[in-house]
């Protein structure tokens, strides 16, 4: 059985300190699926693991380029980690064989890319069995629950 960790914060600060701890279990060729209501803080999120991985700014919401592509340079943490990539998706405003023609199989299959799928529903059967799915509520004004599973 799969464990399931909770997390709550309580401002978008804490929030990048949450993200900053959630690196420790990332590893390259992790796909992590980020669901939650629009303003729940997806892109926040995405945001702040970026940052911490060391990629270089600025960190647009990929809500009309679909895909965010960011190669780390050497001497950042995710280098260290072995992470050579990022994506940052936002699947909103696509469907699934427009996901495959933005080179969606290529992402799957990059051992050395980490990917962050904002909108997951939408491409739902395009997604391997094997991701790490966060799922954000909100729960006030700034308070945000964080549920991951998978790790
Ligand atoms: N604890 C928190 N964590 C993340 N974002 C928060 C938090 N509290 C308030 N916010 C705000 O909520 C909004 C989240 O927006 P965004 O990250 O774009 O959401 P989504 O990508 O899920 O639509 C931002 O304006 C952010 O400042
Ligand atoms: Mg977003």
């Known amino acids: 059985m799969k464990k399931k960790m909770t997390?709550?914060?309580?401002?978008?600060?804490?929030?990048?300190?949450?993200?900053?701890?959630?690196?420790?279990?990332?590893?390259?060729?992790?796909?992590?699926?980020?669901?939650?209501?629009l303003g729940a803080g997806?892109?926040?999120?995405?945001?702040?693991?970026?940052?911490?991985?060391?990629?270089?700014?600025?960190?647009?919401s990929p809500t009309f380029t679909i895909i965010n592509q960011y190669d780390l340079q050497l001497d950042t943490l995710g280098v260290q980690k072995g992470i050579e990539r990022i994506y940052h998706i936002d699947a909103y405003r696509s469907d699934g064989d427009g996901m495959e023609m933005l080179g969606w199989s290529d992402i799957v299959s990059d051992?050395?890319?980490?990917?962050?799928?904002?909108?997951?529903?939408?491409m739902i059967r395009l997604l391997p069995d094997d991701v790490i799915?966060?799922?954000?509520?909100?729960?006030?004004?700034?308070?945000?629950?964080?549920?991951?599973?998978?790790?």
């Open 42 to 60: 997806k892109t926040t999120f995405s945001q702040a693991l970026l940052s911490h991985l060391g990629a270089e700014p600025p960190f647009p």
């Open 133 to 151: 799915r966060v799922a954000i509520t909100a729960l006030g004004e700034q308070e945000r629950q964080f549920e991951i599973a998978g790790v």
């Open 111 to 122: 051992a050395w890319g980490v990917a962050l799928v904002e909108w997951p529903e939408l």
């Open 7 to 37: 997390f709550t914060t309580h401002s978008p600060e804490e929030t990048a300190e949450f993200a900053r701890i959630f690196i420790d279990y990332l590893q390259p060729g992790h796909i992590i699926t980020l669901s939650g209501d």
